[in-house]
């Protein structure tokens, strides 16, 4: 069982930066994939970024490439999620998650782990 605690949330104004943590429980952190997601009211979680066991992969989706960046720090049992040029639509809560099976890396079903989520919320 591996636990996922976020990090990081926070008001910022349209156009800021926020950092998201999620540290992970487990030694063997290192052979998950990660994804974070996100879950804005009345709608349904929605993939934002994820990245491979080893580091050396990510993706995106097409609303926050360019502006965010996940990376990953194995001997931290760590994932981030580096958050620039904020906007208003990014306002949700978001969730760290641990990849558990085949299913493609942007379908919330392919995580087994989850985090409590942390709430980002950008005025204008």
């Known amino acids: 069982q591996v636990q996922l605690v976020e990090s990081g949330g926070g008001l910022v104004q349209a156009g800021g930066s926020l950092r998201l943590s999620c540290a992970a429980s487990e030694r063997t952190f290192n052979t998950y994939d990660m994804g974070w997601f996100r879950q804005a009211p009345g709608k349904e979680r929605e993939f934002v970024a994820t990245?491979?066991?080893?580091?050396?992969?990510?993706y995106y989706a097409d609303s926050v490439k360019g502006r965010f960046t996940i990376s990953r720090d194995n001997a931290k049992n760590a994932v981030y999620l580096q958050m620039n040029t904020l906007k208003r639509e990014d306002t949700a809560v978001y969730y760290c998650a641990a990849r558990l099976t085949p299913r493609p890396l942007r379908d919330p079903r392919a995580y087994g782990y989850w985090g409590q989520g942390t709430q980002v919320t950008v005025s204008s």
């Open positions: 990245i491979n066991r080893s580091n050396d992969n990510a």
